[in-house]
């Protein structure tokens, strides 16, 4: 079981307003010391995303490493809202509206990055309506 996920930001109050506004996490504890900027995030007393300000530039999708970060939530309700925070925002989507996993699948999401670039998502195990995914015969989480 995965314990939090650690993320290096460029600007720790964007990226906490960010994260506290996307998934309504709650400042654990921080830190605000000149050089050693860091948040703990999460929510009902469970460590999820600690934050690190000590990085320059953004998000390398073709260096090894991360991905992309994943939150679940029990319905695409939840997920067509989080969207919809999300473009108030201005954040940028990967895909048009909710996609399933995979060809016809059930479960699905919305793809998005965060202010310094990483890729995230957001999902529902199911009610995604079943339709082509955006890459075929793959899984959509995979290629964006």
């Known amino acids: ?32 010391e000149t050089d050693r900027r860091w ?10 995303v600690t934050l690190w300000q000590q990085s320059e530039g953004t998000f390398s999708v073709s260096t090894p490493g991360l991905h992309h970060l994943s939150f679940q939530v029990d319905t695409i309700d939840e997920v067509n809202a989080t969207a919809e925070v999300l473009r108030g925002l201005g954040a940028e989507f990967a895909y048009e509206g909710v996609v399933p996993h995979g060809e016809q699948g059930v479960s699905g999401g919305v793809y998005f990055t965060d202010p310094d670039g990483t890729r995230l998502e957001i999902y529902a195990p ?11 015969g793959a899984p959509t989480c995979g290629f964006f």
């Open 126 to 136: 199911t009610g995604a309506d079943p339709a082509a995914a955006p890459v075929p």
């Open 39 to 48: 948040a703990f995030l999460g929510r009902d007393g469970r460590l999820l």
């Open 1 to 32: 079981m995965t314990g939090h996920v650690g993320l290096n930001v460029t600007d720790l109050e964007r990226s906490l307003a960010f994260y506290r506004t996307v998934f309504d996490f709650e400042v654990m504890a921080a830190g605000d």
